[in-house]
């Protein structure tokens, strides 16, 4: 599964590329700290999944998540921010965010939805090939 990390930490982004690499089956195809970056990088790479921080750079990536969400070929995209708050939930559900975690202290809960991720699509996989 190809995961592609936008963070405008680029010490954050680091870990999540590390733990993410000694995942089997997982495959960090890149990093970008700003939108221009991640929207051309999503739509070069074509990643199955985005982590996407709510700020890049200063910006607002609920804007970037409509338009990555908004694409036929649409990713499952994980947010990743310091607020979780119901209303800002509610946000990131109505932009099209399959999932919006916490930035500071969600990493294992993150890499576990991946791993489901992951193992769902290898379900599929096998489901669709024995028919």
Known sequence: MKVFIADSSPLLSK???T???????IEVVGRAHDVASTLE????????????????LGKNGLDLLKAVTSRADAPFVMMLSDD???????????AGADFLLYKAGDLGKALAIVESILQRSVVALETNEGV
């Open 15 to 17: 870990i999540l590329e």
């Open 19 to 25: 733990r993410l690499s000694l995942m089997n089956g």
């Open 41 to 56: 990088a999503i739509s070069k790479l074509r990643p199955h999944l985005v982590m996407l921080d709510v700020h890049l």
């Open 84 to 94: 979780v708050s119901c209303t800002y939930q509610k946000h990131c559900a109505d």
